[in-house]
């Protein structure tokens, strides 16, 4: 391609223009002057008196991080303000600062695309294979439970990359290099990113205690990573959500705040454990692989855990982990571990929980969604560990939370 020369004058100082001022009015000038500052102060006043005039009732609490290196954009956090004693002025105040400190943590130490200086986080180690690294507890403690569920998901890092690309595609005639489902020599590869991902014999997270870990490759995949360029062995894509929604919940409640609910845009959500309060939500029905519509609403207690995996984008957020097509036909990052192919088993699919949080559920939950087939009696027995399904079977909703109730049925749906 041909590179032209770049427009060498377009940051030098331009030239200078002489301007003659009159020096009549002086004494009017300066009166105006005072004006407008009188008139600035006046509405500073008026914008801090604003801040701190909160009233008692329920807020959105913001990040209030001078750069964007937070993760706040991915949830929102709302707060029933004037219950701790110190006023909901103050109150709104120090909520916001502890939020915001837990949002930049979360966002350094969960980051797969790039380092952080305070934190080993996973870009640090997918850069630093096969020797010891010490992490932060949250960190170490996302991968245990990764270990304790069984899980292989987060050792897909290499196909998320490509489903990755191929979410962004804009027509759908880009998709072919990217969609397994479309080109048989993707289909392939992911197939063999899933073989290397499902043995611990070549990808394996070594606990070692002390919030230290090694993230053990082989050889083989090594040289194989070398070949196609992969340099991210590991990464929690869809989950990550999951477990930092968690650990803003977990920070925020150790510190004493307890009547609020956080929800992110990607299907998470925890309430936390304020006594006496009730949340609601809505239950969406699939009409058709192109259409939702909402079905009921329910209604469950305080310290609710809720899960939500989905075919189909519910809203413009979710869109940066799919890609539909015209015909309905949806890519997602619903993941098979056996073979790397994103897979559905039902449209919509519902936890909840009050003993276990975002993340264990989404672990449990993802291989029996990212499925041909919804496996009913694997389903049914996520009851027995305080896991309860929601969903849609025709017109039909299924309820097995104890807990919660339906309000405002839609028109041709029912209860079971």
Request: charged share 20%; proline share 3%; glycine share 6%.
């Amino acid at each position: 391609m041909k590179r032209t020369a770049a427009e060498r004058t377009v940051n030098q100082p331009q030239p200078v223009e002489r301007v003659n001022v009159n020096e009549k009015g002086t004494k009017k000038r300066v009166v105006l002057l005072i004006v407008a500052i009188l008139v600035a102060l006046g509405a500073f006043g008026y914008g801090i008196g604003t801040l701190t005039n909160v009233e008692t009732g329920w807020y959105v609490i913001e990040a209030t991080s001078a750069s964007e290196m937070n993760c706040a954009q991915d949830f929102v956090f709302r707060y029933d303000l004037g219950h701790s004693g110190i006023g909901a002025a103050a109150e709104n105040k120090a909520l916001s600062m502890l939020y915001t400190e837990a949002t930049e943590k979360a966002y350094q130490i969960f980051n797969a695309r790039e380092n952080s200086l305070p934190y080993n986080n996973i870009y640090f180690l997918n850069r630093n294979i096969n020797q010891p690294v010490q992490v932060d507890a949250a960190l170490y403690n996302a991968f245990a439970l990764s270990e304790e569920t069984g899980s292989r998901y987060m050792y897909l890092g290499p196909a998320f990359q490509e489903y990755h690309s191929l979410f962004f595609c804009t027509e759908e005639w880009e998709t072919e290099g990217y969609d397994p489902y479309q080109n048989e020599d993707q289909k392939a590869y992911l197939a063999r990113i899933a073989a290397f991902a499902c043995d611990p014999a070549h990808i394996q997270l070594q606990l070692m205690g002390d919030n230290t870990v090694q993230l053990n490759v082989s050889e083989e995949y090594q040289a194989f990573a070398k070949e196609y360029g992969i340099r991210d062995f590991l990464d929690l894509y869809l989950l990550k959500n999951a477990f930092i929604i968690d650990y803003l919940a977990d920070t925020l409640q150790s510190a004493g705040y307890t009547r609020g609910v956080l929800s992110s845009y990607d299907g998470y959500t925890r309430c936390l454990s304020g006594q006496g309060l009730t949340y609601a939500n809505p239950v969406y029905a699939s009409l058709d692989a192109l259409h939702v519509t909402e079905a009921a609403r329910v209604q469950y207690p305080a310290g609710t855990a809720m899960v939500q995996f989905h075919s189909m984008p519910l809203n413009t957020q979710k869109e940066l982990y799919y890609f539909q097509f015209k015909n309905g036909d949806t890519r997602t990052a619903y993941l098979d571990e056996k073979d790397g192919l994103c897979k559905a088993a039902i449209p919509l699919l519902t936890v909840t929980g009050r003993e276990t949080g975002c993340a264990e559920m989404a672990l449990r939950l993802m291989p029996l969604y990212a499925a041909e087939t919804l496996d009913m009696y694997a389903l049914q027995a996520l009851e027995g560990e305080g896991i309860y399904p929601l969903y849609c079977d025709g017109s039909v909703i299924h309820i097995t939370d104890p807990a919660m109730t339906a309000e405002a049925v839609a028109e041709g749906f029912s209860i079971q």
